[in-house]
């Protein structure tokens, strides 16, 4: 199938997966196009997948870009050019809305829509955006959601009429597995310390003041822990400014976003995911695939990815002292921890690419079917 991959190219689960699944369906076979404002950060070197930037041009008396506008246009030039069969959006808005619209005016293509997360359970909670998502995805010929939490949410938001089908996030599995001396470790700590980690884009929704609130209180009981914290975003100067205030300066180390992900997770002890809302933690995946226990918030689709007391433990919202013990119950375990580590391996091995993307690929040809069409292979994908 020819298949057009619409995504954010910044760090975020979103772009991820939609790039992951890119790599993927290229290596099955299918002709991939990767339409996106900047090439995705985990692309890498693109043989064998088209990329196509969005521009995003300025005009002097307009100071913003007409980011919806330009997505549509870009999308009209590669149906043209290449005829592709299926638009796969990744996070409803603009993207959805930019599909429709070049439909209109290329024709001739299906689209499907995976909704991802605070495009539903933030963006979609703005009245005035509402009826805009909900047009998004009414419009599409099929719309997935990455669990089964934000399925419901889909319905609750928008109660939308057509089916929302739930394929949830696969990590790769060959890739995503502890090493076992990662070189980072003595590199982070010392002999005899524990590492916790932490990796998201540092938006509000991840409340990194939960974790060092709750890391100050773990220093008292264990101090020989560290905190290792990765990725970049709005909350970063707060989180610095609160761990200089609360003297865990030497304790706790801001790596920014780094390329290195599997030895970072192959170096730590725990991973923590403290998020308000989270859709499904991809990252909290792939750190079970390093066999990493995590201790995460029981919110959104998490509980569908962290198997409570089995793959790690959950705390409710907020409460940095039940995060605090959780991640002390782990730490001062170690049979109970080497139990969660290969519980966390094994079940992030069924969300590998293999038993995922396929999937996918009925997923769009469940499209073709409906329409009585099959894709320009003329086979049937997969
Ligand atoms: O919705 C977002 O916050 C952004 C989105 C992204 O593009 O990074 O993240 C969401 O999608 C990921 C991939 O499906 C999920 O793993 C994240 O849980 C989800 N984030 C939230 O729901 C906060």
Redesign the pocket.
Known sequence: MKIGILC?P????????ATELGKELSRRGHEIHIISYEMPFRLGDPVNIHFHQVPLREYPLFPHPFLTIEITAKLVEVLDRYSLDIIHV??ALPNAISAVLAREIAGRVRIVT?V????V??WGKEPSLQPVIRYGLEQSDAVSA?SHD?KNEVYTSFGLEKTVQVIP?FVDTRVFSRLPDSPLRSQLAREGEKIILHVS?F?P??RLQDLIAAFFRLQRSNPKTRLVLVGDGTERETAEKLVQDLGLASRVTFLGNRAELVQLYSAADLFVLP?????????A?EAMACSVPVVATET???PEVVEQGKTGLLVPVGDTEALSESMATLLGQPTLHAQMAARSREKAEKYSPENIVPRYEAFYQGVFSALGLQGSTGNPPG
């Not at 910044?10 to 997966?17: A, K, L, Y």
């Not at 991802?116 to 495009?119: A, I, L, P, R, Y």
């Open positions: 954010f910044t760090p975020g689960g979103s772009g991820v997966v990744h996070y995976t991802h997360g605070t495009d359970t933030v990455v934000l996030n884009n938006r929704v991840k998020s308000e809302k989270e859709s499904f933690g991809l990252s995946l959104g689709g998490l």
